[in-house]
Structures are given as structure tokens and as C-alpha cells.
């Protein structure tokens, strides 16, 4: 089978879920070869293989993630040319977008971004995107070059398949416009207990409805019950209610749970962009009227302080 390349996502070492996510996919698709860059391989090579690479192209060299995102375009677009794999999947965040873009760029190949499926029609790969700020599903593929996909996290349910992991060392020559702009200093942000906003398979987000940064105690209640990560609409995060990093929505953060629970959210189609892809949507909103109901699995008109909390009791009973 022809070999799908896997760029890794990671944190020294630490692989994250949506790289497990790409390769569940891509061995539907083909042979998954994971492409790690930086350092920390040693930390990672158990779980790639526990995930199904039979290869993993290793670049440790430090250069590479010295400078900002140039690097990493300019080892995929050699290893695209040395392995000729009949397409890249890279995670749809901010960075593996860029990464994708000036992938795309270098290769003569065509795009595909925020895709919440793959799959293969006869040769052609063919993706499933949300366009239109959510309001129509497109099935898209590309013509032109190697498909460069970029795949929402939460798409794939990631499941284990054991994997050889051969290691194969790869180096680029960096060019002087790859090293235009520099990495002069990284800071670690504090993290709680909450997992990743985009990588939570449950996801508690509120909104205008809440009325104050203390009351968001409410949402987070119920998130810690369920273990899920804290998001926010635009309008709590312009109200300085919650941090901008939860914002989930259009100018914000792409999010695709297997549970979105939005409490005091109208669903105005800026936020519905960024989650309407969840498999499972319920929403709290004392509106009847509001737009979120129109897209919702399970709707509750009621008041956010009443329901919530009552909900939030009776999962902590059930545990």
C-alpha cells in the first residue's frame, strides 16, 4: 500500500491525540509513515507504534524548531519528493495549517483544510469540509500534485494497532528564508487538569447568558464532573469573562467533541462554526427562539443556574 505521511504533533516528546487520530486514519488509507520533528523521540517511538506507524522519519536536528514553522515545511517538501506518499495529513491547527500551506506551495500540490473526513474514491482521496461559516457540507479532492489534508482534531476515533516504528534519520539543508524568522524564547503556560480545548472529547462552553467571570464557576463545575475542557463564545471572551484561549467559534477555536454542552449560548453562526461538527450537541438557553436549537441533538429551555447545577449534582451521584 502506498505510504500516507503522518506529521507529528507534539510537546518534546509527549505525542498528542490528534496525531493518534491521523494515524488511525491514514491506515485506512494507506501505510501510516509518522514524521517527527524535534526532540524527544525516545519519549514517543512506544506510542507511534502502538498507533500503527511502520515508519517514523526522525529529524532532531535542533535548527528545525529553532525558527518558526519554514523549517518543518522545508523537511516535509523533501521527504515528499525522496517517498513520493500518496498524500500528507497534518492536524488542523494553527501551526499545521501554515505547515500544510507553505507545504502545498513548495510541492505544487493542492489543499484541503478543516476536514472531518477522509476517504479514498477509487485514487482519489476524497475529504469532507464544513464551508460557509458551517452552513453547508462539501466533499472536495484534489487534482493537482499530492493531497496536502489537514484534519480536524476529534474527526478520527483513535485506535491502537501495533506497528513496527522503523526508524529512518532525515535532515534537511535549511534555505536562508526558512530561517527569516527566529525562536527567541518559548514560555510554558500553566495548565490545570482540564484537557486540551481541541483535543477534549467533552467540551462545557458558556456564553453571554452566564453574565459574569465568577459565574463561569458554574460551567466549570460541570465540566470537572465530566472531565472535559472549558470553552467559551465570543461574546463571554469580549466581555472578559474567560480567557481568549477557550474562545471556540470562527475567530476562535475549532472544536469537534463526541459532547458539546453550550449553556447560555444564543448559537449565533460565528460560534456554530466552530463546533456544529461535535457528534453530540445539547443546549441550555432560557430562549426558546434561540438559533442554537436549530442544531442541537438535546435542547433544555430553562435557566442556565438552575439546570446546570441539577445536572452537575446528579452526574457527581451517578459516578
Same mark, same amino acid.
Given at each position: 500500500?502506498?505510504?500516507?505521511?503522518?506529521?507529528?504533533?507534539?510537546?518534546? $516528546?509527549? +505525542?498528542?491525540?490528534? &496525531?493518534?487520530?491521523?494515524? #488511525?486514519?491514514?491506515?485506512?488509507?494507506? &501505510?501510516?509513515?509518522?514524521?517527527?520533528?524535534?526532540?524527544?523521540?525516545?519519549?514517543?517511538?512506544?506510542?507511534?507504534?502502538?498507533?500503527?506507524?511502520?515508519?517514523?522519519?526522525?529529524?532532531?536536528?535542533?535548527?528545525?524548531?529553532?525558527?518558526?514553522? !519554514?523549517? /518543518?515545511?522545508?523537511?516535509?517538501?523533501?521527504?515528499?519528493?525522496?517517498?513520493?506518499?500518496?498524500?500528507?495529513?497534518?492536524?488542523? &491547527? !494553527?501551526?499545521?495549517?501554515?505547515?500544510?500551506?507553505?507545504?502545498?506551495?513548495?510541492?505544487?500540490?493542492?489543499?484541503?483544510?478543516?476536514?472531518?473526513d477522509l476517504?479514498?474514491?477509487?485514487?482519489?482521496?476524497?475529504?469532507?469540509?464544513?464551508?460557509?461559516?458551517?452552513?453547508?457540507? *462539501?466533499h472536495s #479532492?484534489?487534482?493537482?500534485?499530492?493531497?496536502?489534508?489537514?484534519?480536524?482534531?476529534?474527526?478520527?476515533?483513535?485506535?491502537?494497532?501495533?506497528?513496527?516504528?522503523?526508524?529512518?534519520?532525515?535532515? *534537511?539543508?535549511?534555505?536562508?528564508?526558512?530561517?527569516?524568522?527566529? +525562536?527567541?524564547?518559548?514560555? *510554558?503556560?500553566?495548565?490545570?487538569?482540564?484537557?486540551?480545548? #481541541?483535543?477534549?472529547?467533552?467540551?462545557?462552553?458558556?456564553?453571554?447568558? +452566564?453574565?459574569?467571570?465568577?459565574?463561569?464557576s458554574v460551567?466549570?463545575?460541570?465540566?470537572?464532573?465530566?472531565?472535559?475542557?472549558? $470553552?467559551?463564545?465570543?461574546?463571554?471572551?469580549?466581555?472578559?469573562?474567560?480567557?481568549?484561549?477557550?474562545?471556540?467559534?470562527?475567530?476562535?477555536?475549532?472544536?469537534?467533541?463526541?459532547?458539546? =454542552?453550550?449553556?447560555?449560548?444564543? $448559537?449565533? =453562526?460565528?460560534?456554530?462554526?466552530?463546533?456544529?461538527?461535535?457528534?453530540?450537541?445539547?443546549? +441550555?438557553? /432560557?430562549?426558546?427562539?434561540?438559533?442554537?436549537?436549530?442544531?442541537?441533538?438535546?435542547?433544555?429551555?430553562?435557566?442556565?443556574?438552575?439546570?446546570?447545577?441539577?445536572? &452537575?449534582?446528579?452526574?457527581? /451521584?451517578?459516578?
Amino acid at each position: 500500500m502506498a505510504e500516507i505521511l503522518v506529521l507529528v504533533d507534539h510537546a518534546d $516528546g509527549a +505525542v498528542k491525540k490528534v &496525531t493518534l487520530e491521523l494515524l #488511525t486514519k491514514a491506515r485506512e488509507l494507506g &501505510t501510516p509513515a509518522a514524521v517527527f520533528i524535534g526532540a524527544g523521540y525516545d519519549d514517543a517511538k512506544d506510542k507511534l507504534a502502538e498507533y500503527g506507524a511502520a515508519k517514523v522519519y526522525v529529524a532532531d536536528d535542533p535548527q528545525l524548531s529553532g525558527y518558526v514553522v !519554514a523549517p /518543518k515545511a522545508e523537511l516535509l517538501a523533501k521527504l515528499v519528493a525522496d517517498a513520493q506518499p500518496a498524500a500528507v495529513l497534518v492536524p488542523a &491547527t !494553527a501551526e499545521g495549517k501554515e505547515i500544510a500551506a507553505r507545504l502545498a506551495v513548495k510541492t505544487g500540490s493542492g489543499i484541503l483544510t478543516d476536514a472531518v473526513d477522509l476517504k479514498l474514491d477509487g485514487d482519489a482521496f476524497v475529504a469532507e469540509q464544513s464551508i460557509f461559516g458551517g452552513s453547508s457540507i *462539501v466533499h472536495s #479532492t484534489v487534482t493537482t500534485g499530492i493531497p496536502i489534508v489537514a484534519l480536524r482534531p476529534n474527526s478520527t476515533p483513535p485506535a491502537p494497532e501495533q506497528a513496527a516504528a522503523e526508524r529512518v534519520d532525515v535532515s *534537511v539543508e535549511l534555505s536562508d528564508a526558512a530561517k527569516l524568522a527566529k +525562536v527567541v524564547d518559548r514560555v *510554558v503556560v500553566p495548565k490545570g487538569d482540564r484537557p486540551e480545548l #481541541t483535543e477534549a472529547a467533552i467540551v462545557v462552553s458558556g456564553g453571554r447568558g +452566564v453574565g459574569s467571570a465568577e459565574s463561569f464557576s458554574v460551567i466549570e463545575s460541570l465540566a470537572d464532573q465530566l472531565g472535559a475542557a472549558v $470553552g467559551a463564545s465570543r461574546a463571554a471572551v469580549d466581555s472578559g469573562w474567560y480567557p481568549h484561549q477557550s474562545q471556540v467559534g470562527q475567530t476562535g477555536k475549532t472544536v469537534s467533541p463526541q459532547l458539546y =454542552i453550550a449553556a447560555g449560548i444564543s $448559537g449565533a =453562526i460565528q460560534h456554530r462554526a466552530g463546533m456544529q461538527t461535535s457528534k453530540t450537541i445539547v443546549a +441550555v438557553n /432560557k430562549d426558546p427562539e434561540a438559533p442554537i436549537f436549530e442544531l442541537v441533538d438535546f435542547g433544555v429551555v430553562g435557566d442556565l443556574f438552575k439546570v446546570v447545577p441539577q445536572l &452537575t449534582e446528579e452526574i457527581a /451521584k451517578r459516578k
